[in-house]
């Protein structure tokens, strides 16, 4: 069974950084590539960033490009999402998704506000 957790999430000013976690169970792990999106309040879940299965390939959103890093650690069965500069426009539950199938978790809350 397929399972995905996040966590790292919180309460950030402008321009801080925070570093989210996806812990992944289920399948192998090191086989898939992956992707975060997220969903901000009142608008539709967007892509953020992309990682192939070996973590030797990423894509990123344009708005966040140069300012998030997405890398992962097969041995450990975990991606990660490096967010600095983080703005307002941040805002939103993030998640983690498997590319093929439709699995996700079940997001982590990031908030930028002062």
């Known amino acids: 069974q397929v399972h995905l957790v996040e966590s790292g999430g919180g309460l950030v000013q402008p321009g801080g950084s925070l570093r989210l976690s996806c812990a992944a169970s289920?399948?192998?792990?090191?086989?898939?590539?992956m992707n975060w999106y997220r969903q901000a309040p009142g608008k539709e879940r967007e892509f953020v960033a992309f990682i192939s299965s070996s973590g030797g390939a990423t894509n990123y959103a344009g708005s966040v490009k140069g300012r998030f890093m997405v890398f992962r650690d097969n041995a450990k069965n975990a991606m990660y999402l490096q967010m600095n500069s983080l703005k307002p426009d941040d805002t939103g539950v993030y998640y983690c998704?498997?590319?093929?199938?439709?699995?996700w978790g079940q997001g982590t809350q990031v908030t930028v506000s002062s």
């Open positions: 998704k498997r590319v093929i199938g439709d699995y």
């Open positions: 289920g399948f192998t792990f090191s086989s898939y590539a």
